[in-house]
């Protein structure tokens, strides 16, 4: 199947064949070879990639992930053949741009909400840090919108997939 990321702007062209165990990926005409195993936690996921060792986790949202790799965050958007076909026609497809819940991408403890209720934010601003195997990782913002609610606290220990907060249209 071939898919169309966008990531910092950049545009890749990813075709998946092989085994959902076994994956074979080409990534802009290059050739990777991919081991995947799921851990102990049903979001995060360790991958060979042509010998090298990858511990990521990611959420998804209508075709948009937000990935953790190596301490970082990525917002990576993802779409179809077909989907982005539609999109070149003019013929929008179901997208995330209304309020909605910011949740949780791994579990974790809380260690600084960045943000307070009535806030207008702007894609990836900082909303807080998630202290998850002893490593900090700052949670940031897939769409503009108003802190209408925080559910959380400092000091909170979180699951995946718990609300941490709610976005409103500005």
């Known amino acids: 199947m071939k898919y169309f990321a966008e990531l910092n702007g950049k545009s890749y062209e990813v075709e998946v064949t092989g085994t959902e165990r076994k994956p074979v990926i080409r990534l ?15 979001n995060q996921v360790s991958y060979l990639i042509n010998r090298r060792s990858y511990e990521t986790s990611a959420t998804e949202e209508d075709g948009d992930y937000s990935v953790h790799l190596a301490h970082q965050e990525f917002f990576v958007k993802l779409t179809d053949g077909l989907t982005r076909r539609l999109q070149k026609l003019g013929i929008q497809t179901k997208r995330s741009e209304e309020v909605g819940a910011i949740k949780a ?3 974790g403890l809380i260690v600084k909400i960045l943000v307070k209720e009535g806030d207008v934010i702007v894609e990836n601003d900082g909303l807080m840090i998630i202290e ?16 209408a609610k925080i559910s959380v606290t400092e000091g909170k220990a979180v699951e995946y997939g718990e609300e941490l907060l709610e976005l409103e249209k500005v």
């Open 105 to 107: 991408p791994m579990p």
């Open 28 to 42: 802009n005409g290059n050739l990777f070879e991919v081991d995947e195993k799921r851990l102990y936690d049903r």
């Open 132 to 147: 998850a195997m002893k490593m900090e990782n700052e949670i940031r913002s897939k769409r503009s919108g108003r802190i």
